[in-house]
């Protein structure tokens, strides 16, 4: 998953206020749409999860002879992802840009669509103003202004870690206990419990 699910929970009030707020959408029942906005993304992320264990499950058959080859394991898990990948046609969520949030601007336009068409099925709790095309563009644009958000969440993070009077290794298990921490502390600002 690209979020943690406090910070989910978030995106997707956040995003489906927003959407209200931009007048292209009207929403009589906000949970029903923030309940289909969270269908959608957890859908889509759990697809991800199981082309993650599919990759998983390939390298393990092979792992003798990768062993043996002397072949990266890291190296042969990016090849063998980008070959499912291709084949289940499954856009990635976590290859953005630099300059991008969590999810790569293929993503946000990829889950635009059924998004937009989950909240058309919504009728009547929710109303387009504007012609679908026009609403699924305002759910881009939404999504990436909350990714840009999140991204400046997570460098603020990153930058209290590096602050520290001794350099801290990202990926050890003390480092990943400040993270988690530190974007707590950030969730709360936002107003997230």
């Known amino acids: ?24 959408v009207k929403i009589a029942e906000r949970t029903a749409a923030a309940e289909a906005v969270q269908r959608v993304l957890q859908e889509d992320f759990d697809k991800e999860d199981r082309l ?21 394991y890291q190296d042969m898990y990016k090849l063998v992802k ?4 291709k084949q289940h046609k499954i856009t990635i969520v976590n290859r953005p840009e630099p300059g991008e949030g969590k999810l790569s601007r ?3 336009i990829e889950l635009s669509h059924p998004l937009a068409k989950a909240l ?18 305002e759910i881009f644009r939404q999504m990436q ?16 870690i590096r602050s520290q009077k001794r350099e801290i290794v990202e990926g050890s298990a003390e ?5 988690r921490r530190y974007y707590s502390e950030e969730l709360r600002k936002l107003g997230v419990a």
């Open 175 to 179: 480092w990943d206990i400040l993270f």
């Open 106 to 108: 293929d993503k946000v």
């Open 1 to 24: 998953m690209a979020f943690p699910k406090e910070y989910l929970g978030y995106f997707v009030s956040e995003l489906v206020e927003r959407l209200q707020k931009s007048g292209k």
């Open 145 to 160: 202004a909350l990714l840009r958000e999140e991204r400046q969440m997570d460098q603020a993070v990153r930058e209290k």
């Open 52 to 72: 993650n264990q599919e990759v998983r499950q390939y390298l393990e058959q092979y792992q003798e002879r990768i062993r043996r080859d002397a072949i990266s």
């Open 82 to 85: 980008r070959e499912l990948q």
């Open 120 to 137: 058309a099925a919504l009728k009547p709790q929710v109303e387009f103003a504007e012609e679908p095309n026009e609403v699924r563009l």
